[in-house]
């Protein structure tokens, strides 16, 4: 079956850099984008990036231009989360979702377990 | 507009049926899909391209869209039901993707 397992939990000071890693198993890699979706603690969910497996382009939300990176490494079927200049309000819960699409509709099935990262000095 | 909009939260009787509904502009392009959420838990694709089910998901909970307005309904809410339910689609313009807010649907 379908899986996307998360790395672990990470604790970080403020103004430094996270890598989270979604490793994809039971189906084709290179067949669906990775989306990246993120949940400060209380609150809604955050669309924050998607990632071609193929070539590797990428589309990052607005407000994170500038300090969000997705990468992948198709020999290990893994994708990475890496933001730079963490601040206290990045602290959530990160999620991987695969990218399904189809005409005008697109969904994301399944989603990672989440990887919890706290900002704290 | 990029936004989706959701009420912030519903209430449902035991075995009644209950509609959330999301409004967004990008809505009129793009078709929307639902996911629940439970506390400590990641969300589950409930609903995709507007009212198809995922094999596993329970024949009570329908989607519907139509303009810029999408609804999910949850026809004999259970008490497993209770949870906090996200809309999602494509954003009219770029390539990129909203949520809705989030609606927290308490079983009663």
């Known amino acids: 079956q379908v899986q996307l397992v998360q790395s672990g939990a990470e604790v970080k000071q403020p103004g430094a850099s996270v890598k989270v890693s979604c490793k994809a198993s039971g189906y084709t890699f290179s067949k669906h984008w990775m989306h990246w979706v993120r949940q400060a603690p209380g609150q809604g969910l955050e669309w924050m990036g998607i990632i071609n497996p193929d070539a590797g382009t990428t589309s990052y939300a607005q407000k994170l231009q500038g300090r969000l990176t997705l990468t992948r490494d198709t020999s290990a079927s893994t994708f990475s989360m890496e933001l730079n200049n963490l601040q206290s309000e990045d602290t959530a819960v990160y999620y991987c979702a695969r990218d399904h699409s189809l005409g005008s509709a697109w969904w994301f099935d399944p989603w990672g377990q989440g990887t919890l990262v706290t900002v704290s000095s | 507009s990029s936004e989706l909009t959701q009420d912030p939260a519903v209430s449902v009787a035991l075995g009644q049926t209950v509609r959330i509904t999301c409004q967004g502009d990008?809505?009129?392009?793009?078709?929307p899909s639902w996911y629940q959420q439970k506390p400590g838990q990641a969300p589950v694709l409930v609903i995709h391209?507007?009212?198809n089910r995922p094999s596993g998901i329970a024949d009570r909970f329908s989607g519907a869209s139509s303009g810029d307005t999408a609804s999910l309904t949850i026809t004999g809410a259970q008490a497993e039901d209770e949870a906090d339910y996200y809309c999602?689609?494509?954003?009219?313009?770029?390539?990129?993707?909203?949520f809705g807010g989030g609606t927290h649907v308490t079983v009663l």
């Open positions: 391209a507007k009212d």
């Open positions: 999602n689609s494509r954003a009219s313009s770029g390539f990129y993707w909203v």
């Open positions: 990008s809505l009129r392009t793009y078709s």
